[in-house]
């Protein structure tokens, strides 16, 4: 049986809609004549009833479709969801009364225009009787589910006795107005339930406010419930049979988590018998012991032992996985382990065996033929009449009665049995039962619907899942195809020779070695007679062996035995090299074999000879084969040197290369126990060379232009009589030991040796962070030839950190300060001392972390943190900011007023012109993104009105209902649906945030946004599908535009050209063929033409690509400019304006410009006659931008 996927799996009340089986099939009886066809959807005058027909679609993937999940993806987007609704979080009581109430509205006009009455609707009566006239004033309720209360309440039944029978009397002070006798009087109130539904839910109230704490909580006592309750003393007609109040629990959902969030799944009752009902553990314990059967002989004849299950069945049918299972529980071993090897699958089995077993149509159920069941029933009457009796004499246990209640646990993606009594853990604790579904007992199931799924069930939807399982049949198959097949490269022995340690193509690869795709379930064996097969020439032994391609060629590793062992467990691998041949040569040759003698290339140095036999200095390196279970002491035999030194370096840097000298008594190790592997260097020195090719350290000196010095500059304050000098030095020194020899060629005081340390110089003469002593210059990140200051001052230990800090946002090259301090001080403190260090005092300051943009990041707002836990490293550059930050959660926003050119609201015509006016204090003028590029609009104000500090959880509408009480602000708005929001951006507008009641970081504003508003002249809601565009019709005879005019643009069809082009041609009431727009992009002064048509064509895929216009080269947006020219007066194709060719004039000097200051200053640097290489001229940072569509 399928179960509900993840995008309602926080409303487990969706999936005990399947097991109440009344409501799927009063839903399937409603055919396409009453909801129309899901085909018919986009039909502008189809009426389709899209709710529905997607329940009827999940109810029938739910029961029929072959896959553990059945997706929601359709349904909630017939809801009209979007990805947030989808996956946040949802009340299940609220979502399922919201549920009825839509599938409700959907079904009018139907004759399932009542099946929510029908199946859940109830009536309360509430009565108060007058005690002094007996007179009864009630008033009748109706409900879909009951709500009843958790807290001091012992279960469910006590609750119902609270709610139902027991009486609130009114009398003393709390008397009660009878409108018979016409004043107060001593009165009795009750409820009772009128009318009960066949189905019915009950919620119960876990969640309540305490009003001392002010917080939510959730109840998480003990709250028990029965399996089946008598509701006739809650009710307010009694006389009936007790059967008729009995109701049966049939599903439970579960709540885990707390009031804020948490989790929901499911128990639910298999009423129908349609699952998979066994546990675990049970599968494992056979219910025959093999001990007890003499005759063994019928227990390996899976004939019988099939005939014998397959007789225990009702109409002696079974589905074909439960038969294996039942298989599995009877003898206590699978058919896979005991009969596959001899008898094949057990489908395989069942088919050969058709005089026997009749299979259905898709292979899914089996059935004994009546002939062959009484034959069967005979004949282990007859012949195996104690094995017959063992396996069925055995009593039924709790799972296995007929009668017996199958319940299952559904959890998103999981599904598991559960036994009767797992229901009592969920009377208490975190995760416990938030609602009951009880059904009455009366109700009864049709016998075909037992163990049935297609009961019911419309044909269409029937044809619909059938074509569904056949496609997920042939996926599975070539899954399985994919997952259980190898290919293997055949490396075939004739076509390979030996030579040089390796074996070698004897022509070329792709003659020697064949492709074979193989199942990898198959045995050794299969594989060798299929290459027998493929092989015709082939004569003789044929072995195969794994080999692997190394740098030295081809090695045979592994010789493959065991003819009966499928591939899979000798664990051949995808894409394995297979060597075949016969088992001892190759062309005369016999092979080494096994991973010990594993060849290696290797490089070898050695001195060079010249003519007469003499050395010289002049190295030669060449590469060499060795068996990595040779003795190193052979590499002098295969250079023909009688004797010497050995050297060998490991490291893969040229670079960095470390040479060790092997002692000769380690000359008789092998190659791998001296960790030499393909790649190595060995260094051949002969005996009389002495050490003129090494130093003291046994460090190789490469003579072929290797730096192998620092530069150390005198920054100590100290005079000497050289300002700098170079230090010898390898990757491997010491820095402490590069200081000290520093002091002393500079000729310093020794003193500095105490209180001075080496810090890096960057190319632009910037000092870095001092780098420690105890580092070694790998350690360091110090390459060959760097330049280091000896300044004064200890470098910082490993517990402290050295930072940069400076004030404000606009770090410039001289103004950094430093200060070293440990890394467990708190944010608090260190800006303490930062503001102390620059003589400032206040609390009006923050700290900063410079960005990789070297501009001002979020700051530092847990003032309580220790640095180390921001991950504040020494190098970092603090910048000290004033400005207090806002407390936790909450936006320090600064506000911005942004008037378009065009006519002024109607709402400002009313008001004193004298008070329409606004701070001219602080005014950004810049081009305008969403505002008109014509002359005459050319730019766009920006007036500060101040700051608002706001909460991160307050809605857009808040934040603009206090920007209208600022004091910048002079003019009233009658309310802030007057007004749009936009992020400003680059001193723009830049995004539009729409949504009046989404909260603020819904939107992901981030610490540093800024917000503009905008004045409207009437009220705006934009939906989650509207674009908003600024259009500008362009003028006829002149390189100008229009005002702009405010266009929404509903994108719910698609972001496409066309779609757009008809928008614009209705609001300028012009026929769509008759206009042309074009899009504006401010920064570069363009206009680039929207086409209505957009085709790639591929040469292996000749597809037509629908035009987004999210996408390049659009990346259309809210705030866009849209030209808009007229065919009708005008037939030119130029967009571009007066303003437009000035400012591109202007990019082009601006360029020039930067050309010609780049080529100065290379030439200046090239006339720079020192000996150091002049600093590259760092260009301007310029921040990442990633265009991406819109998801609302």
């Given at each position: ?11 487990a ?47 029938a ?12 993806a359709?349904l ?10 989808e996956m ?55 409900f ?30 709390n ?73 049966d ?17 499911v ?67 699978s ?40 034959q ?63 059904r ?23 044809s ?58 198959k ?8 290459i027998f ?8 032994d ?95 035999t ?103 020899k ?40 110090l390459k060959m ?10 470098a ?5 950190l ?129 505002g ?15 700051d ?35 992020t ?23 610490k ?97 690509k ?38 591109r ?48």
């Open positions: 049986m399928a179960f509900l996927d993840t995008e309602l799996k926080e409303n009340g969706d999936q005990q809609w399947v097991t109440n089986f009344s409501f799927p099939e009063a839903l399937f009886s409603l055919g396409p004549e009453e909801l129309g066809s899901l085909e018919d959807k986009d039909k502008p005058d189809a009426k389709v009833r899209i709710i529905p027909l997607q329940l009827q679609r999940l109810f993937q739910l029961l029929l479709l072959d896959q553990e999940a059945a997706s929601t359709d909630t987007d017939s809801f009209g969801w979007t990805s947030d609704e946040r979080q949802h009340d299940v009581q609220e979502l399922n009364r919201i549920l009825f109430s839509a599938l409700e509205t959907s079904l009018v006009g139907t004759s399932g225009h009542d099946l929510i009455n029908r199946l859940y609707h109830g009536t309360i009566v509430n009565q108060i009787v007058c005690k002094e006239c007996k007179n009864v004033s009630e008033k009748q309720e109706d879909l589910d009951l709500t009843v209360a958790v807290k001091n309440v012992s279960g469910l039944e006590d609750a119902l006795w609270n709610m139902y029978v027991e009486e609130e009397v009114f009398d003393y002070d008397l009660y107005h009878c409108g018979n006798c016409d004043r107060l009087v001593k009165a009795a109130k009750s409820a009772k339930l009128r009318k009960l539904p066949p189905f019915l839910t009950i919620s119960l109230l876990r969640f309540n406010f305490d009003f001392v704490k002010c917080e939510r909580y959730k109840e998480t006592s003990c709250y028990t419930f029965p399996l089946r309750i008598n509701l006739k003393p809650f009710c307010e007609q009694s006389e009936l049979d007790d059967l008729e109040y009995m109701y629990l049939f599903s439970v959902i579960i709540h885990k988590g707390g009031c804020y969030g948490g989790h929901y799944h128990y639910i009752k298999d009423v129908d018998h349609l699952g998979n009902w066994q546990f675990q553990e049970d599968k494992s314990k056979p219910d025959v012991n093999l001990e007890d059967i003499q005759n063994k002989e019928e227990i390996d004849d899976p004939l019988m032992i099939l005939k014998a299950i397959l007789l225990q069945e009702e109409s002696n049918l079974i589905p074909v996985d439960q038969l294996g299972q039942k298989l599995l529980k009877k003898i206590g071993i058919w896979n382990k005991k009969y596959r090897k001899q008898y094949g699958p057990l489908r395989k089995f069942l088919q050969v065996h058709s005089q026997i077993f009749l299979l259905s149509s898709d292979e899914s159920t089996v059935r004994l033929l009546k002939d062959s069941s009484l069967a029933e005979s004949d282990i009457q007859r012949n195996d009449q104690r094995l017959f009796k063992t396996l069925t004499s055995e009593s039924l246990t709790l799972n296995d009665r007929p009668s017996c209640p199958h319940w299952f646990d559904i959890n998103d993606s999981r599904v598991q049995p559960i036994k009767e009594k797992d229901i009592e853990q969920q009377f208490q604790g975190k995760e416990s039962a938030y609602m009951l579904f009880y009455k007992s009366q109700l009864r199931r049709p016998p075909e619907a037992r163990a049935n799924p297609r009961y019911k069930v419309p044909h269409h939807l029937l619909e899942m059938d074509a569904a399982n056949i496609e997920l049949q042939i996926k599975r198959a070539e899954c399985d195809s994919t997952n259980n097949t190898v290919e293997l490269h055949l490396h075939l022995g004739p076509h390979y020779h030996f030579f040089n340690g390796a074996l070698h193509p004897v022509v070329s690869q792709t003659e020697s070695m064949w492709d074979l795709t193989f199942d990898k379930r045995t050794l064996g299969d594989l060798r007679q299929s097969q493929l092989l015709e020439f082939w004569e003789g044929m072995v195969l062996s794994v080999a692997k391609f190394v740098p030295a060629g081809l090695h045979v590793c592994q010789t493959l035995n065991g003819d009966d062992l499928a591939l899979c467990e000798i664990e051949i691998a995808d894409g394995e090299d297979i060597f075949v041949w016969n088992g001892v040569e190759v062309g005369g040759i016999q092979i080494p074999t096994g991973s010990d003698c594993e060849p290696l290339l290797l490089n070898v140095l050695h001195v060079a000879t010249s003519g007469e036999g003499e050395e010289c200095q002049q190295l030669i390196e060449s590469p060499h084969v060795f068996p990595s279970n040779a003795e190193i002491g052979t590499v002098f295969a250079l023909a040197i009688p004797e010497g030194v050995i050297l060998i370096n490991n490291t893969e840097s040229r670079g960095e290369e470390n040479w060790t000298t092997i002692p000769k008594e380690d000359l008789k190790k092998t190659f791998r126990e001296q960790g030499l592997r393909n790649g190595s260097s060995v260094l051949i020195q002969g005996s009389n060379d002495g050490n003129s090719l090494l130093t003291k350290q046994g460090k190789w000196i490469n003579t072929v232009n290797e730096i192998n010095w620092l530069q150390v500059k005198n920054l100590s304050q100290l005079e000497s009589e050289e300002e700098q000098v170079k230090i010898s030095a390898t990757l491997n020194t010491v820095v402490f030991d590069i200081r000290i520093a002091i002393k060629e500079l000729k310093l005081l020794k003193e500095l040796a105490e209180n001075s340390c080496l810090r890096p110089i960057d190319r632009n003469g910037k000092l870095l962070c001092p780098v420690p002593d105890r580092c070694t210059l790998k350690e360091a990140g030839g760097s330049s280091l200051g000896l300044c004064p001052g200890k910082p230990t490993s517990s402290q050295f930072l940069f800090f400076a004030l404000g946002s606009d770090v410039h090259p001289g103004t950094e300060m430093e200060i070293i301090v440990e890394e467990t001080i708190s944010v608090r403190d260190c800006l303490k001392i930062m503001l102390d260090k620059c003589g400032l005092t206040g609390e009006t300051w923050h700290l900063r972390k410079m960005d990789w943009c070297f501009e001002a990041g979020e700051p530092l707002c847990e003032e309580d943190a220790k640095l180390k836990e921001l991950m504040i490293c020494s190098g970092d550059t603090l910048l000290l900011t004033e400005g207090k930050l806002p407390p936790l959660g909450f936006l320090t926003v600064p506000i911005w007023w942004y008037q378009p050119q065009g006519p002024l609201p109607h709402w400002k015509d009313h008001q004193d012109q004298t008070n329409c006016t606004l701070s001219q204090g602080s005014v950004w003028k810049a081009s305008s993104t969403p008109a590029p014509s002359d005459a609009h050319a730019e766009v104000s920006l007036w500060y009105l101040g608002l500090e706001i909460s991160e959880d307050a809605t857009l509408g808040e934040l603009k209902s206090q920007a209208m009480t600022l004091p910048s602000l002079e003019f009233s708005i009658p309310s802030p649906a007057f007004l749009r929001a936009w400003v951006e680059s001193k723009r507008p830049g995004r539009l945030l729409r949504g009046h009641q989404q909260q603020l970081k819904e939107y992901k504003l981030g540093r946004t800024e917000i503009c508003l905008e004045p409207l002249q009437k009220e705006e809601n934009l939906g989650p599908w509207d674009v908003l565009l600024r259009t500008q019709m362009r003028l006829p005879g002149e390189r100008a535009y229009g005002p702009p005019v405010d266009v929404l643009w509903d994108t719910a069809r698609g972001w496409t050209a066309s779609s757009l082009r008809q928008r614009v041609a209705d609001v300028y009431s012009l026929p769509v063929e008759k206009i042309e727009i074009a899009k504006y992009f401010p920064d570069k002064f363009a206009w680039l033409p929207v086409s209505s048509w957009n085709q790639q064509t591929t040469k292996r895929k000749k597809k037509k629908q035009d987004n216009l999210q996408g390049a080269p659009y990346y259309l947006k809210d705030g866009d400019t849209i030209g808009v020219k007229n065919f009708l007066v005008e037939d030119d194709d130029d967009f571009s304006t007066v303003r437009d060719d000035i400012g004039e202007k990019q082009k000097e601006l360029a020039l410009g930067k050309r010609k200051s780049r080529e100065a200053l290379r030439v200046q640097c090239s006339d720079v006659s020192t000996g150091e290489t002049p600093a590259r001229a760092r260009g301007p940072e310029a921040s990442l931008s990633i265009h991406v569509g819109s998801f609302r």
